[in-house]
């Protein structure tokens, strides 16, 4: 059968009255996935859309919001579409799991979303219901069945938490095509005249459609629907009829918000997924709500954390704010030393050098004072976390006291940090030149896993511990075994996460002097980590140090020095040079 007779007995199938209901709309859905492989011409598109809206017309096609469920406008790879967007409680505990028809940035809407209907939660003095533990399954349909992206899911999709959590369906009669931030802000999209088309075809008894506030056309209906404006979730639900005050929940329980934040101390993730440390922050956030003073603080601490990883530093930069303004002498001393830690750790990451180490100073001076078990955990991060800003401020010589002594304390307090402690000492020595031994403070992290194998942290210092001895060995021209080492860590994680990202230089260097080859292959897999708009901050600096080093220090490929130097300044700024590279730890 040709495409045109395909497309022709579908259009008479549906209109068939002879036929059961549902194989008609089957028919009409066919035709729009066919239309959306095969693009027809616009006489057709229009006749596929009068299709679509005298079907649903004619066949009344009702579908209306139940609980967790939200009407959204949006634009798909075929066009301006509707879609069915559900919540519903299921998966792992405390994590929000998407649908494969979502893309990666609106994924990344979702679970702004979550953040901003659970901040929502928690200002209305009620907590987001556990549900015996389980999580969030976010799912989306489609007419045409294709992948949606972008940030028109946003507030549908706080809705649709809300709604779950309350237990109420929001009103039937309102769709929602907007963005929404962490801080439960409203946030224009495109294309909002032709979603309202796509929106009146599908369900025609939809009369109004919930946008951001400074959303453009500035009209106040289009085609008879009427757009009503909202600048925060909160003026949005309210237009929805849904009320985070009728959620039957409670801040979790102090024993269980405790066992949070022990997990949330030992989390160990194999690579900087921006994906799971977003999850990680939630679980964070969820942590502070509630919570006595010494809790939130820490709590927050752990988020602050977290979204940095995630490359989130506007959602960092907030949290840490906030931390600067708590009353820190009002802690209990083990609290106010860990949130010392997490702000130095955050200036470190935001290359805040001079804060880092002063903060980190005033972390260590408190540790030094603790007793007991607060001691025993948080003495060997404190000097840790000290040695690592003076390593990441250029001064390396000085930090190879403070690194020593926190692995000394975890050697003989602490044993499962050891590995950890000692892949950070070995860096230091590295960077100050000090090369022999680097190489045994390695050897000492290899023992140190192997003791604590059973741990989840060891599976994880592995890969550093192995990343690390391959920097060693490349520093003493050893560049064989250095590729051996490097090259097992990529076989083992790929070339999109680190530390294998951080590979990436090595091998490129290795390849050229070994003269193997031009190292293009590594370059322009680190440029396309670079590249990628969902790439984290830390992620983005370790694979422009591919570029820098084969800019500064000689040695792009023919032909591919205008990415890498596209990929170095749009990381690291115009006219940064070999120092700026310098200061690239990772």
Not at 184 to 198: F, M, N, P, W
Not at 234 to 260: C, F, H, N, T, W
Request: glycine share 10%.
């Amino acid at each position: 059968m040709t495409e045109r007779a395909s497309v022709d007995a579908l259009i008479r199938g549906a209109f068939d009255v002879d036929r059961p209901l549902a194989q008609r709309r089957l028919d009409l859905d066919r035709l729009r996935e066919q239309a959306c492989a095969h693009p027809p011409d616009e006489r057709a598109r229009a006749r596929i859309r009068a299709l679509g809206g005298a079907l649903d017309q004619a066949l009344a096609v009702e579908w209306r919001p139940g609980v967790g469920e939200m009407h959204v406008a949006l634009t798909s790879p075929c066009g301006p579409s509707t879609g069915r967007l559900t919540v519903r409680r299921g998966g792992m505990a405390h994590r929000v799991e998407v649908g494969d028809g979502i893309g990666t940035s609106a994924s990344m809407q979702v679970r702004a979303a979550f953040d901003a209907a659970a901040a929502a939660v928690a200002r209305a003095g009620r907590g987001v219901p556990e549900a015996r533990a389980r999580g969030h399954v976010v799912e989306l349909w489609t007419p045409d069945g294709t992948r949606v992206d972008g940030r028109s899911l946003g507030l549908a999709a706080a809705a649709a938490f809300v709604s779950c959590w309350s237990g109420r369906a929001p009103r039937a009669e309102v769709a929602a095509s907007a963005g929404v931030t962490r801080e439960g802000g409203l946030v224009a999209v495109d294309g909002i005249e032709d979603k309202v088309r796509a929106l009146r075809e599908r369900y025609p008894y939809v009369r109004a459609l919930l946008v951001a506030a400074d959303q453009v056309p500035a009209l106040d209906a289009i085609d008879a629907v009427a757009l009503t404006r909202a600048a925060t979730l909160g003026g949005a639900l309210e237009v929805l009829g849904l009320d985070v005050r009728a959620i039957e929940g409670a801040p979790l329980p102090s024993a269980q918000r405790k066992r949070m934040l022990e997990e949330l101390a030992t989390i160990q993730v194999p690579s900087y997924d921006a994906g799971t440390w977003r999850e990680h922050a939630m679980r964070a956030r969820i942590c502070a709500s509630g919570g006595s003073a010494s809790e939130t603080t820490r709590a927050l601490g752990w988020a602050a954390l977290f979204h940095l990883h995630a490359g989130d530093l506007d959602d960092a930069n907030g949290i840490a704010h906030e931390l600067r303004g708590r009353e820190l002498d009002a802690l209990s001393d083990g609290a106010r030393v860990w949130v010392r830690i997490v702000l130095a750790t955050t200036a470190i990451d935001r290359d805040r050098h001079d804060d880092a180490v002063a903060l980190a100073r005033e972390a260590l001076a408190d540790a030094q004072t603790l007793r007991g078990d607060d001691r025993a955990e948080l003495l060997g991060r404190a000097y840790g976390t000290l040695g690592r800003a003076l390593v990441h401020a250029g001064r390396s010589e000085q930090a190879i006291e403070p690194l020593a002594a926190g692995a000394a304390h975890h050697r003989e307090h602490l044993g499962r940090e050891l590995a950890r402690s000692a892949i950070y000492l070995a860096t230091g020595l590295r960077r100050a030149g000090r090369l022999d031994e680097a190489l045994d403070a390695i050897g000492e992290a290899f023992a140190a896993i192997d003791a604590h194998a059973h741990e989840e942290e060891s599976a994880v210092s592995f890969l550093y511990a192995r990343y690390e001895r391959g920097r060693v060995r490349f520093a003493r021209e050893e560049l064989r075994a250095a590729r051996d080492d490097l090259l097992a860590l990529v076989d083992a994680q790929g070339t999109h996460t680190y530390p294998a990202l951080g590979a990436l230089r090595y091998l490129a260097a290795i390849e050229q002097r070994l003269g193997e080859g031009d190292g293009r292959r590594w370059l322009e897999d680190a440029c396309e980590v670079a590249e990628a708009e969902s790439t984290g901050g830390a992620l983005r600096r370790v694979a422009a140090a591919a570029a820098g080093e084969a800019l500064l220090r000689g040695g792009a490929p023919p032909g591919l020095e205008p990415r890498l130097r596209a990929v170095w300044i749009r990381v690291m700024g115009e006219g940064a040079g070999e120092a700026a590279l310098d200061r690239l730890v990772y």
